[in-house]
């Protein structure tokens, strides 16, 4: 039996790219079934991160949850108004993983703090990113604060 982690997508929140990321990225966090040590390195050199992470000895990562294009609005540190979008937020059971989806294709680069795609600057994902991750351990921490999501 296989079982594949479970994104609740919100409508409009996504592109078409992201859309299809999120199917690869579902189909990749599957659970299978009980099988012999052969099965589940075949799966294991395959494609399944819930077999890799059993043979790094994590007994077991569902019931993990996906969320996926969901907007908030809120202050950042500033005060100032803040307003995005995250792509995916992964629960786990020990952590929360914010993960920022790019369709970026060809050569991609890093040099001296910017991002190149093919010889062209792109905007600093990194950056992006923790800067959700800080909101969101915000709204995590202060749950008064929650009330500007917009799901």
Known sequence: MEEKMEIKRYPGGLELHEERALDRISR????????????????????????????????????????????????????????????????????????ELKDWYGQVTFADGHWYQNGSERENAYITTQRKKFFLENKLVRPENSRHFLW
């Open 28 to 99: 990749a966090f599957v659970q299978t079934g009980s099988g012999n040590a052969e099965q589940q390195n075949i799966r294991y050199s395959g494609n399944s991160l819930a077999t890799a992470l059993q043979a790094a000895g994590v007994s077991n990562m569902f019931p993990w949850k996906g969320y996926a294009g969901f907007r908030f609005a809120g202050k950042n540190k500033k005060g100032k108004d803040y307003e995005g979008e995250y792509d995916l937020v992964i629960i786990t059971h020990h952590n929360i993983l914010v993960i």
